[in-house]
């Protein structure tokens, strides 16, 4: 079983900059495809970004791309998201998700293992 803890969250003004971290344990990360979805108020879970297994793919919803980074220090077990530039339309709650050695997913029901998710409020 993979256990996923969320980290990093909180309240930042537009423009500004998050670093978001999600910790693995009860197996190492090297085996595992992982992503990062969000989920705001009123609306249904998205993808944002996700690195495959190999380190070698990574994935971005195009509402993202240029201003946050998807990375991964499997030393560590620990995966990151890295946001700049900080819209509002940002703030969600942010959750990472796991599956064993496959592609870069945009779908959430293709991963099997999920964090309790951080929450990300953007003022403008």
């Known amino acids: 079983q993979v256990q996923l803890v969320e980290s990093g969250g909180g309240l930042v003004q537009a423009g500004g900059s998050l670093r978001l971290s999600c910790a693995v344990s009860?197996?190492?990360?090297?085996?595992?495809?992982v992503g990062w979805f969000r989920q705001a108020p009123g609306k249904e879970r998205e993808f944002v970004a996700a690195?495959?297994?190999?380190?070698?793919?990574?994935n971005y919803a195009d509402s993202v791309k240029g201003r946050f980074t998807i990375s991964r220090d499997n030393a560590k077990n620990t995966m990151y998201l890295q946001m700049n530039n900080l819209k509002p339309e940002d703030t969600a709650v942010y959750y990472c998700?796991?599956?064993?050695?496959?592609?870069?997913?945009?779908?959430?029901?293709?991963?099997?293992?999920w964090g309790q998710g951080t929450q990300v409020t953007v003022s403008s």
């Open positions: 690195i495959s297994w190999t380190v070698h793919s990574t």
């Open positions: 009860g197996r190492t990360l090297n085996a595992y495809t």
């Open positions: 998700a796991a599956r064993f050695a496959a592609p870069p997913s945009a779908r959430d029901d293709d991963y099997n293992f």
